[in-house]
């Protein structure tokens, strides 16, 4: 599974992003989920989504502001970001995971190659 993730850009505080990731190989994920780096800091979870989209998950930090869903017929994940915050600027990265749901970024088996987010002050 290789998954390709896309979206990112420069942002003011306050404006919306839509990340987009998409699968191509075999594709028998569970659960697709995004996480991000943001500079000098470990890599968290933000959002995942079971493979019926029945079960979304969010950290705490997101809720209210993030939406996470998926189109298996177009293979694709999105993150949907809205009143963005200077703190939310990072790398996003959109992972698979065959198994089970999981918050932890060493229980996903695949990994895009990340998506900067810079939201400017």
């Known amino acids: 599974v290789q998954l390709q993730a896309s979206g990112g850009g420069l942002v003011q505080t306050g404006g919306s992003l839509r990340l987009s990731c998409t699968a191509s190989g075999r594709t028998f994920s569970n659960y697709l989920g995004w996480f991000r780096q943001g500079p000098g800091k470990e890599r968290e979870f933000i959002a995942a989504?079971?493979?019926?989209?029945?079960?979304?998950s969010y950290a705490d930090s997101v809720k209210g502001r993030f939406t996470i869903s998926r189109d298996n017929a177009k293979r694709a994940v999105y993150l949907q970001i809205d009143s963005l915050k200077p703190e939310d600027t990072a790398v996003y990265f959109c992972a698979a995971n065959t198994r089970l749901f999981s918050k932890t970024d060493r229980q996903y088996d695949y990994w895009g190659q990340g998506t900067l987010v810079t939201v400017s002050s």
């Open positions: 989504v079971s493979r019926s989209g029945a079960f979304i």
